[in-house]
C-alpha cells in the first residue's frame, strides 16, 4: 500500500534547529506538502514544495526534497515553544487530487 | 468567521447509534474531504466529494456513508456506531488550482462507548 513515514516524536531545545524527516512513495506526486497542527486545532498547511525542486526556503522554515530516495525534512530554525504541535508531512500522487498523509511527529519544545 | 466549520465539535454516543457530523465551507471550494485521525496513525481518508454529483470512496470508508447536499456542505453519517470508531474526525476543502492546499476544519472529537 501507499505508506508515508514520519518518527513519531522530536524534542528538541529553545532556540535549536528541529528537523523533521519524511519518506513517501509515490514519485509522481506533483507537490509535498507540511502541514502544522495546533493542540484542539485542525491541520493548516505550513509549506510546500514543487518535486522539481531540491530546496525551499520560508523565513525560518527550510523543506529539502531528495527525490532519489524519496525523502522529503522540514528544518525549523531557532525553534520556539509556539513551535510545539503535530508536523505532518502529505504527498498528492498526480492525477488522483487525494492526499496520502504521513503520521505525523509531535514536535516538543523545551524551554 | 471560520472559512471551513464543523458540528458538533464534541459528541459522545453509545453503540449503534446512528449519528451525522456535518461540515459547511465557504471557500467556495468544488472538493471536499473527510479524515479521521488516530494517535499514531495520522490522517486516513474517508470518503471523498469533487463535485455534488461525485461521491467517492477512500481507504477506510467501511461503517461511514457521506452525502454531499450542495457545494458547501457534506455531511458524514454513521449508521450504527462502534467503539473502535472513537476519533476525531476531520472535513477539509481543496481548491482546484495548481497547488492543491487543503484547508481544514476544526474538528470534532467523537467518543463511542
Known amino acids: 500500500g501507499e505508506d508515508v513515514e514520519q518518527s513519531l516524536f522530536l524534542s528538541v531545545r529553545e532556540g535549536d534547529s528541529s528537523v523533521i524527516n519524511c519518506t513517501y512513495t509515490d514519485s509522481s506526486s506533483t507537490y509535498l506538502y507540511w502541514y502544522k497542527q495546533e493542540p484542539g486545532a485542525g491541520l493548516q498547511l505550513l509549506t510546500y514544495?514543487?518535486?522539481?525542486?531540491d530546496m525551499k526556503q520560508d523565513q525560518r522554515l527550510t523543506v529539502l526534497l531528495n527525490k532519489k530516495d524519496k525523502h522529503l525534512s522540514l528544518r525549523i530554525a531557532d525553534t520556539q515553544t509556539g513551535d510545539s504541535a503535530i508536523y505532518f508531512c502529505?504527498?498528492?500522487?498526480?492525477?488522483?487530487?487525494?492526499?496520502?498523509f504521513g503520521t505525523g511527529t509531535r514536535l516538543k519544545v523545551l524551554a | 468567521d471560520a472559512d471551513v466549520t464543523q458540528t458538533p465539535r464534541n459528541r459522545i454516543t453509545k453503540t449503534g447509534k446512528r449519528i451525522m457530523l456535518e461540515c459547511s465551507q465557504t471557500k467556495g471550494h468544488d472538493r471536499m474531504y473527510w479524515y479521521r485521525q488516530d494517535p499514531g496513525l495520522g490522517l486516513r481518508l474517508i470518503y471523498y466529494s469533487f463535485d455534488v454529483k461525485d461521491i467517492n470512496k477512500g481507504e477506510i470508508s467501511d461503517g461511514y456513508s457521506v452525502s454531499r447536499q450542495a457545494q458547501a456542505k457534506f455531511s458524514l453519517s454513521l449508521e450504527s456506531a462502534i467503539p473502535n470508531q472513537t476519533a476525531l474526525y476531520f472535513c477539509?476543502?481543496?481548491?482546484?488550482?495548481?497547488?492543491?492546499?487543503?484547508?481544514f476544519g476544526p474538528g470534532t472529537r467523537l467518543t463511542v462507548t
Open positions: 502529505a504527498e498528492c500522487p498526480s492525477g488522483t487530487y487525494k492526499y496520502i
Open positions: 514544495i514543487f518535486s522539481n525542486m
Open positions: 477539509a476543502t481543496s481548491d482546484s488550482q495548481i497547488t492543491y492546499e487543503q484547508y
